[in-house]
T-cell receptor, first 111, second 113 residues
């Protein structure tokens, strides 16, 4: 059973566009929702994270929107750049337990 | 943020041999996690390693194939035993620290020939 559903699996946007990646979860015990960015040949790197008591969090060009009642959260990348081309994973964690990952979204930003 | 040093970064191994991957965290953590990421796929949890106790393995992963050690609160190893080409993958360790959430090592890219 997939506990964190992520969509789309791939996304192509032009430079300056705002790609949006969506995730939904089922386990209401999750209390930590990170997003990871992974470049080819590298391990995932924490990009931004949010807790369920906050509806939005911004860090630079990256914004997480969180809807607790709908059990959904999304990542928006403002003014996307070719250097943002990577695979993005949403995830959810409970306390200090393991993190459950979404399937990943391969983003390509074309000049 | 917390830093996890993982080594080796990559290796090419003969089938039937074993490889041990090491992870060092720059702060004490209660649990460390080992993941496998096959090409183009998401991350799959292999096991959770607590200091002072046996690791807890996820369905489909067994201790004889992936023995784990956790001798202290900053270090863990994962061994991939009796390797076959199907074990070719990226192996990642991770830890959750109080302030910085989950952090990953840079990964070990394993190729079994």
């Amino acid at each position: 059973q997939q506990q964190v559903k992520q969509s789309p699996q791939s996304l192509i946007v032009q430079k300056g566009g705002i790609p949006i990646i969506n995730c939904a979860y089922e386990n209401t015990a999750f209390d930590y929702f990170p997003w990871y960015q992974q470049f080819p040949g590298k391990g995932p790197a924490l990009l931004i994270a949010i807790r369920p008591d906050v509806s939005e969090k911004k860090e630079g060009r990256f914004t997480i929107s969180f809807n607790k009642s709908a059990k959904q959260f999304s990542l928006h990348i403002m003014d996307s750049q070719p250097g943002d081309s990577a695979t993005y994973f949403c995830a959810a964690g409970e306390g200090y337990q393991k993190v459950t990952f979404g399937i990943g979204t391969k983003l390509q930003v074309i000049p | 943020s917390a830093v996890i040093s993982q080594k080796p970064s990559r290796d090419i191994c003969q089938r039937g041999t074993s490889l041990t991957i090491q992870c060092q965290v720059d702060s004490q953590v209660t649990m460390m996690f080992w993941y496998r990421q096959q090409p183009g796929q998401s991350l799959t949890l292999i096991a959770t390693a607590n200091q002072g106790s046996e690791a807890t393995y996820e369905s489909g992963f067994v201790i004889d194939k992936f023995p784990i050690s956790r001798p202290n609160l900053t270090f863990s190893t994962l061994t991939v035993s009796n390797m076959s080409p199907e074990d070719s993958s990226i192996y990642l360790c991770s830890a959750r620290t109080a302030n910085y959430g989950y952090t990953f090592g840079s990964g070990t890219r394993l190729t079994v020939v």
